[in-house]
């Protein structure tokens, strides 16, 4: 797919906050696509979370609750889509994503262009 020079795609891979770098596997991942026709998509994915069946977890972006998931089986997953009418968060490189539970974060990643 070519992109349009508007059209802006950023991505983070999300790990377990406090794992040491070298032991650190990816535990989730983000995708974004701004395009051009101000249409877009968000999508999230993670595992892995020691969390009671069916919790609530808190997406944060800088700090700023994007929103909340529930979690199945230490998994969670979501996807926002503007022309459903859902607003999708301004992203730039170098924000910080987490994923947190109880005011904790569990996830951690920082956003990079693609």
């Not at 989730?28 to 919790?55: I, N, Q, W, Y």
């Not at 979501?78 to 910080?96: C, K, N, T, Y």
């Amino acid at each position: 797919m070519v992109l349009n020079a508007d059209d802006t795609d950023f991505a983070a891979d999300l790990f377990r906050v406090g794992a040491a770098k070298l032991l650190r596997r990816k535990a989730g991942e983000l995708t974004c696509r701004h395009a051009h026709d101000a249409s877009g998509r968000l999508k999230m994915r993670f595992g892995g979370l020691e969390v009671p069946e069916e919790a609530v977890v808190s997406v944060m972006i800088d700090g700023e609750l994007v929103c909340e998931v529930l979690v199945h089986d230490g998994r969670g997953e979501f996807e926002m889509r503007s022309r459903r009418g859902d607003h999708l968060p301004d992203l730039a490189a170098g924000q910080v994503i987490e994923i947190h539970f109880e005011k904790q974060a569990l996830l951690r990643g920082t956003v990079r262009s693609e």
